[in-house]
Structures are given as C-alpha cells and as structure tokens.
C-alpha cells in the first residue's frame, strides 16, 4: 500500500514492556524514525535506524526493522506513565528525492494504566 | 527544547482572513519544513525550503504560500481561511545528517 501503517490504540501496564508496530512503504526508505507526540506538544524525535540495521537500542528503547517485510517496531522496556503519548513512526521515502521530507504513519495512541 | 521556534503558538481567526506562522529553525539548519496535523488527514507535508530556496512542494493549497528569508527563518503564510484550515502546524528543521526537529507547533482556529 501507499501508507506507513500503524495500530490506532494500544494499553499496557506500568512496569510491562510496549511494543508499537509500523508498516512502511518503500523499501528503499535509507532512516526510519520514531517521534514521539505528547498532547499539546509538538513531535519529539525518539530514535531513528538506519536501513542496514537489524536493530537499534537507546536505553528503554528498541528499534526493530524487518526490510524485507517492510516492518519497524518500536519496543519501550519498563513503561511509564510518563510513556504516555502518541508514536509516530515515519520514513524518508525514495520518491522525496532530494527533499527528504518525512512520510508519517498515523500514529499510535499509548496508553498507560497504573 | 528542539531548538526549532515557531509563533504564534495559537492563532484563531475568522473565515476569509489571511494568517502568517513564523518558523526560527535551529542554529546552523539550512533545511525548513512545513508540516499540517489534522484530526482527518494526519501529518501532511506541505512545502521544504533549502537556504533560501523552495525545494518541494507537498500537499500544499494554492491559497498557501511559504518564504525562508536570509536569515533562515521561513514564514507560511495562509490566506482566504477556511473553516478546514483549522489545525495544528509544524515546523521542522533538518540538518545535514538527516534527522527532522520539530517546533512546538501553531495551533490554527477559524471560526
């Protein structure tokens, strides 16, 4: 498909691990990116992997990538409710050319329970 | 703080009104990004300057229009406001590794 998909909602308790999935479109895409967006704020950038990378790991944060499926995963150790906030996964895809201008999934709602 | 400012940080006016987002990308960023978040379309991109210069053009109206003067600093500016229109718009700032920082956003209301 032509759209960066990701799940609309996802719930976890504090202290359990996240993982938020995103389905990208071109597999050319050379960064992937994880922003995060929390309300009233603007995006934050949480963590990127490059295309030659099978994984990427920022302290609580994990960053998967399946190219050949076409699959990034975001996986958040020991959440928070701090945690709480939109995910945003996003690609720079071939077709941007010069321009790199980033392509967005719709984003992930997360929530955390007490 | 992503080091990217943008004014006002919310705005509303009226319909038919003309409105203009200033946008203060982070030091030594050459690379300006205008981004619309909207409940229906999500994160749309709308225009890319490069020191000075327009370099792509994204989903974009005719009644919008964006500069990024010498200083670097870019203003979009939207006339003949719809009610539509109403949404939160980015800013971002790359530099030449890539990565994308994003201002806090202008909240736009018509009413």
């Known amino acids: 498909g032509e759209d960066v998909e990701q799940s609309l909602f996802l719930s976890v308790r504090e202290g359990d691990s996240s993982v938020i999935n995103c389905t990208y479109t071109?597999?050319?895409?050379?960064?992937l990116y994880w922003y995060k967006q929390e309300p009233g704020a603007g995006l934050q950038l949480l963590t990127y992997?490059?295309?030659?990378?099978d994984m990427k790991q920022d302290q609580r944060l994990t960053v998967l990538l399946n190219k050949k499926d076409k699959h990034l995963s975001l996986r958040i150790a020991d959440t928070q409710t701090g945690d709480s906030a939109i995910y945003f996964c996003?690609?720079?895809?071939?077709?941007?050319?010069?321009?790199?201008?980033?392509?967005f999934g719709s984003g992930t709602q997360l929530t955390v329970l007490p | 703080d992503s080091g990217v400012t943008q004014t006002p940080k919310h705005l509303i006016t009226a319909t038919g009104q003309r409105v203009t987002l200033r946008c203060s990308p982070r030091?030594?960023?050459?690379?300006v990004y205008w981004y619309q978040q909207s409940l229906d379309q999500g994160l749309q991109f709308l225009i890319q300057?490069?020191?000075?210069?327009?370099?792509a053009k994204g989903n974009i109206l005719e009644r919008f229009s964006a500069q990024q003067f010498p200083d670097l600093h870019s203003e979009l500016n939207l006339s003949s406001l719809e009610l539509g229109d109403s949404a939160l718009y980015f800013c971002?700032?790359?530099?030449?590794?890539?990565?994308?920082?994003f201002g806090q956003g202008t909240r736009l209301t018509v009413v």
């Open positions: 971002a700032s790359s530099a030449s590794t890539g990565e994308a920082f």
């Open positions: 071109d597999s050319s895409s050379t960064y």
């Open positions: 992997i490059f295309s030659n990378m």
């Open positions: 996003a690609e720079i895809p071939v077709s941007s050319g010069s321009a790199r201008q980033l392509t």
């Open positions: 030091s030594g960023d050459l690379s």
């Open positions: 300057y490069y020191n000075g210069e327009e370099r």
